[in-house]
């Protein structure tokens, strides 16, 4: 089955650097690959996904890049705000699996002030 | 936007005992699936449905039963609690066609 590695577990940066988190996943069959955060005491949001047909996405300070070839996915997040402190996961998922979506471990990113 | 309940928020048992934590939601999405957050070991599928009627094992499903009678309803049991199932359970549902998952609320489970 699919297994998701997640790296790094945490990753504190001063506010107004980028934090980049990075995800390796097994399975060459996945295709859809979403990006999670999560604040303390509250559930996993989606933030941002990307398909593998394409090999860069962007939401205002936060993208996404894809490396089907070596099967790497990348959470970049720019001018980073106290606001970013949270836990971001990645995931990914195939269209025949009935949407099973697979996690990483997640990184607890700190926004230093 | 999708709305999804789960029911209790919060719930202490004892090594033993039994207990059914409830997802619903509220408009009329087909598939919904079961979650357990452990520290450093992200979300874990439990078990998930793709319609009413049907349910599907995830990646860890030993310990627990799901049914989905009634298509806005998901339910999962636990018939004798463990101490490795204290947990933070979270309830998801596919919003669309294009795989995003929108989660419930969660419940913090503790087995004494």
Not at chain 1, 67 to 80: D, G, R, V
Not at chain 1, 84 to 95: E, Q, R
Not at chain 2, 12 to 29: F, I, P, R, W, Y
Request: proline share 4%; aromatic share 10%.
């Amino acid at each position: 089955g699919e297994n998701v590695e997640q790296h790094p577990s945490t990753l504190s940066v001063q506010e107004g650097d980028s934090a980049v988190i990075k995800c390796t996943y097994s399975d060459s069959a996945s295709n859809y690959f979403p990006w999670y955060k999560q604040e303390l005491g509250k559930r996993p949001q989606l933030i941002i996904d990307i398909r593998s047909n394409v090999g860069e996405k962007k939401d205002q300070r936060i993208a996404v890049t894809l490396n089907k070839t070596a099967k790497h996915f990348s959470l970049h997040i720019t001018e980073t705000q106290p606001e970013d402190s949270a836990v971001y996961f990645c995931a990914a998922s195939k269209d025949s699996s009935a949407s099973k979506i697979i996690f990483g471990s997640g990184t607890r990113l700190s926004i230093r002030p | 936007n999708a709305g999804v309940t789960q029911t209790p928020k919060f719930r202490v048992l004892k090594t033993g005992q039994s207990m059914t934590l409830l997802c619903a939601q509220d408009m009329n999405h087909e598939y919904m699936y079961w979650y357990r957050q452990d520290p450093g070991m992200g979300l874990r599928l439990i078990h998930y449905s793709v319609g009413e009627g049907t349910t599907a094992k995830g990646e860890v499903p030993d310990g627990y039963n799901v049914s989905r009678l009634k298509k806005q309803n998901f339910l999962l049991g636990l018939e004798s609690a463990a101490p490795s199932q204290t947990s933070v359970y979270f309830c998801a549902i596919r919003t669309g066609a294009q795989d995003e998952q929108f989660f419930g609320p969660g419940t913090r489970l503790t087995v004494l």
